[in-house]
């Protein structure tokens, strides 16, 4: 929501601005389709050049996540820190049971209880693979730690592809608007005979390219490159989240020292409190 009313107050401010300054709205109309075409097309196509299909869909998906928000809400916070205690608790009474349960998490009773944490197939299969690596009972659990942070960091850099496309584009757009105003201008000087009301309209609307770049770049593809960083940023939190529980299980501390030392960890505004953590705990055991 918030994006859309950012993106409305800039439209409105700029172009109200323009014609309250006693700017006429149909130079830039007459020439927007064109100089669109020209920009957006050379930036789009430069986009697909750069980047390979699973970057293009995953870039697209970034824009709408944009307008959704974060994936994972407050809720889902609560909820993965009590999959996690039974799955830390099961580690401490039962590794067998554990193993049914990681070794299909799709089928697992365990698992089915959050259908929003088990819909992730990336992440389910990284806690699982993470439970079987401390079952294999390694000899120094920082080679553990290691491999979980190796992971979590790789998965960050892939959400953050998006990001970064789409700020190489806002940084080529200002170029791109150069590029579309001197086509503008060399069809002027083809035309330099015309009355000179007629040259000001096309100088106008060759003048349109460059503000079309400069505003695209920095009001409109730049914010959208931060927003998703902020939005991927933040979800990294909840990967983390999983990152304390299983770290601090690795130093053998009780299942709910881990859970307290991964709410803790928490972003403020998702965090669950402790009387919301542990009633939901105290709602498990009873439903066992």
């Known amino acids: ?15 109200g601005g323009y014609m309250m300054a006693g700017g006429k709205l149909e130079i830039i109309l007459h020439a927007l ?22 970057g293009v869909k995953s870039t697209l998906g970034d ?11 407050r809720q889902d916070y609560a909820d993965l820190l009590c999959l996690m205690h ?20 799709e089928n697992s009773s365990l698992f089915q209880k959050y259908p929003r944490i088990l819909a992730s197939s990336d992440f389910v ?25 190796k992971q979590l960091e790789t998965m960050k850099e892939e959400r953050m592809h998006g990001s970064h496309a789409l700020q190489s584009m806002a940084d080529a757009l200002p170029a791109l608007g150069i590029v579309a105003a001197v086509l503008g201008v060399i069809k002027t000087m083809a035309s330099i005979d015309k009355p000179p009301e ?33 939005i991927r940023e933040q979800e990294a939190f909840f990967y983390g989240l999983m990152r304390e529980v299983l770290v601090s299980r690795l130093h053998k501390n009780d299942a709910n020292l881990c859970i307290e030392v991964a ?10 409190s402790f009387t919301e953590v542990e009633d939901a705990i105290k709602a498990l055991k009873q439903a066992a």
């Open 1 to 15: 929501m918030n994006s859309i009313i950012g993106i409305v107050l800039t439209l409105i401010c700029v172009f």
């Open 33 to 54: 389709p064109f100089e669109m075409m020209m920009i957006g097309g050379a930036a789009i196509g430069a986009f697909v050049c750069g980047n390979d299909m699973h």
């Open 63 to 73: 824009i709408v996540a944009v307008f959704k928000g974060p994936k994972w809400k």
């Open 86 to 105: 039974e799955l830390i608790r099961l580690t401490e009474e039962s590794p067998v049971d554990l193993e049914a349960h990681i070794e299909d998490p």
């Open 125 to 149: 299969e990284l806690i699982c693979d993470t439970l079987r690596s401390m079952l294999m009972n390694f000899d120094n659990v920082y080679q553990v730690e290691e491999l979980l942070d």
């Open 198 to 230: 007629v040259l000001g309209q096309m100088i106008g609307g060759a003048l349109v390219g460059t503000f079309l770049g400069v505003f695209l770049a920095y009001a409109l593809v730049g914010p959208l490159a931060t927003r998703v960083a902020q």
């Open 263 to 272: 709410r803790r960890s928490a972003p403020h505004g998702s965090r669950p």
